[in-house]
């Protein structure tokens, strides 16, 4: 959806064609927290990329962030937006040492976070103990609302047309694409391949999948405050980490695995808070082991845009934004280190 807006805005023709609804599957499923970098922490990120390299991604995804908040506001989408913040807490000593780096290396990023000693963290959170935290900017909305508002809005102000439940089975072609589906046919100069976890030209040896679920607490009548005293979003520090978040009158625990959901809430929150279990939902994402997504062209005019990774709302909205200057041939710095040129000969 974010490239076919970004390709709307610079004057394309653009059909979007998905097999189900828009914002329907990962995006739809996902907690919608808008936060820097890709996914991974900052430490792992700088080590892992080299500072100038961070600092570049970490530039780009906050300014995706500062540009979807504008045109959530702009055009009054309706999609729950909230700035609450997010910390990085510790659950005891050991953990500390971690939230100190994480202050460390988003400051080296140019995005210093705040240190909270364990009273403060007490007045935000009033179930489970955290030592120490460090907050960073972070915004949040319900995805599939950004989404289908997106969508909505691109079909309506650029002519991008917008086929639902119209899945691509087939394409071929050399100059010019033949995009097949159960409904039709679309004849193109070039097409962008968008379908997160799905084999796409041997790609899927080059990335892997991921999941988590979403745990909904049932509302709390009122005593929200009595467990978050203050609206924050909460991750622990381990890579598959943990997230505690509110939404109106209830609270919400993402965690990696299903299986583990139940023990979890018990270690997080009051006894008195009832959870859903039932009402629990989740998806998968693709991701590669470098932590950065793969975007360019696969085969001659047919480009892919997958491994949005764990903080793909602001990836796909990053990657939508580059994908004209990669249709025009521009060369960028970050369209290089996110080229799947890079894979090669790399397995997953
Ligand atoms: C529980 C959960 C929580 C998450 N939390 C966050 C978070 O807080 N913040 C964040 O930034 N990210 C989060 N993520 C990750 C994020 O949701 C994903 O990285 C991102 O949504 C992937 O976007 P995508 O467009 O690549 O994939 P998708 O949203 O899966 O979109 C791909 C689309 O392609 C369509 N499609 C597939 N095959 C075809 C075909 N043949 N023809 C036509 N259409 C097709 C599918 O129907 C689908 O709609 C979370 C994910 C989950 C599951």
Redesign the pocket.
Known sequence: ?SAAYFLGRRGYKVAL????Q??????????????YGSGADFQRTVAQLGLAKAQLLYQATQRSIAELIRLIEREQIVCGLKVPGIITAARDEAEDEYVRGELRASGEVGLAGKLLNGSDMKAIFRGRIFTLGVEHYCAQVH?GQLIAGLSALMNSTLGVDVYEH????RYDGVGQVMVN?ERGKIKADRIVI?????PLEGLEARFFTE????VPSRPLDGKLHEVFGADRIIQTTEEYYD?LYTQDDRVFL?VYRAKQAREKITAYFPPWVEFDLAGM??????KTRDLLPILGAVSPNVYA??A?????????HTCGRLMPDLLEDKHELLLEMISPQRLRGRAA
């Open positions: 959806v064609v998905e097999s189900e828009i914002g329907s599957a990962a995006t739809g499923a996902s907690s919608g927290t808008l936060f995805p119209s899945p691509m089975t589906g968008a379908t997160n976890i799905r999941d988590s679920v979403v997230m993402e939902w989740g998806d998968s994402w693709s845009a997958v949005m990774g764990d903080q793909g709302i602001v990836i796909g």
